[in-house]
Structure formats: C-alpha cells, structure tokens
C-alpha cells in the first residue's frame, strides 16, 4: 500500500511560518489534501488538489507538491493553529483515500 | 452546509458486531462517496471504506473481509457494520463525505463517536 510519511511535530512561535511535509513516492503525481484536527474535534479540510482552499480557510494555509514531497505551510501562526496535521492522497491501485501519520503543531 | 451525524452503540463486547449510523441533514445523500474513518486514541486517521449512493461499494483491503457498507437514500442515511470485533477496533469512528471524482477529499465530516469493544 501506498505511503504517506510526516514528522511527528514541529514548534513555531507565534507570528512565524512552520511547514509541515508529506513524502510519498512520487507523490507530486497525485492530488494532495491536508487536514486541521484539533482535540476532540473531527478533521476539516484546509487544503486539497495541492494548494486550494475551501471558503473560509484563512490564506496563511498554502499548499505546495511537487517529486516525492508535499508541503502545508501556515504563515503567520496564531496560537489558534495549534493541531494535528494529516495529508491524504487518493491511491487508485488499492486504498482510496490514505493518509499520512499526522503531525502535531505546537505554538511556543 | 452539509451536516453528518454518528450513532450506534458506545460499547461492543468482543467477537460481536459493530454497527454504526451515519445521518445526513441539510443536503441529498445522491451524488456523493461516503466514507467511515476510525480513529485509535492517540493515533492517526484510517480509512475503513466507502459507498455511493448507487450501492458501489470501496474497502480498505486490511479489513475488508469484516465490513460492511449499507445505504438508504430514503433516510438519508449510511451505515457501517464491522464484525468479529477485538479490542484492536476500539477507537473514535467519523463518518465523511467525498465527491465523487477521482482523488477528491473528504470535505465534510461528523463529529465522530467513540466505540469501545469490551466485555
């Protein structure tokens, strides 16, 4: 099955950007979403299709996937973007939606 | 804005079946891919699988031979159903919508529900 890898965390502090990266075999060829989860809550969608953005997704969410990586990158931090972040990518030969193992935001 | 809601039973005794709702409000149930995720405490996301409203339905191949999708445009409704359960499924299960279009995400989801499998 297809894989998705992620780094379990990353610390920023307030008001600086983070990246978050998904590394997936050429991934570049697929279409990439990611997902804000925060405690308790169900992931919602902040970006998908590499770098677009659902309505009312703040534009510090940005999505770049080219070769054997992805990247969320979140601008301008606030503490309200502490959260896991997962991607996901549709793999036609198997499992259709798969997802990376996550990574925890933390804003020092 | 679309809606979906989780129900079903909190506690499940080991080897029986797991059987869970998932109610759609504010939008048809017709049109779209809908999926069942779980979700071990502390761990990531897992894709269990997905029906359309046609009745085709997608599996993940690790467990596939224990579920079963249903669906009842009538009620609006999508139902998940995981037999032989072990402690191993015990975990927050969501329910999730996908456009039906090669590789399009997950773009609504419910606000899961907790299934433990205990004696």
Redesign the interface.
Known sequence: ?YVLTQPPSVSVAPGQSATITCGGNNIGS??V?W?QQKPG?????VV??DSDR?SGIPERFSGSNSGNTATLTLSRVEAGDEAEY?C???D?S?????????TKVTVL | QVQLQESGPGLVKPSETLSLTCSVSSASISGYFW?W?RQPAGR????IG?IHNSGNT?Y???IRSRVTMSIDTSKNQFALKLKSVTAADTAVY?CAR?VAA??????S????TLVIVSS
Do not use: C
């Not at chain 2, 990531?44 to 894709?47: A, F, I, N, Q, Y």
């Not at chain 2, 090669?102 to 773009?107: K, V």
């Not at chain 2, 989801?109 to 899961?112: A, P, R, T």
């Open positions: 099955s697929k279409s979403h997902y809550q169900a992931p919602i969608l998908y299709d659902p997962y996901q990518v549709w036609s198997n499992e259709p939606y798969v997802f990376g193992t996550g | 999926s995720i990531g996301l897992e894709w997905r997608d993940n191949p690790s969501f996908g090669a590789g399009s995400p997950l773009d989801w419910g606000q899961g």
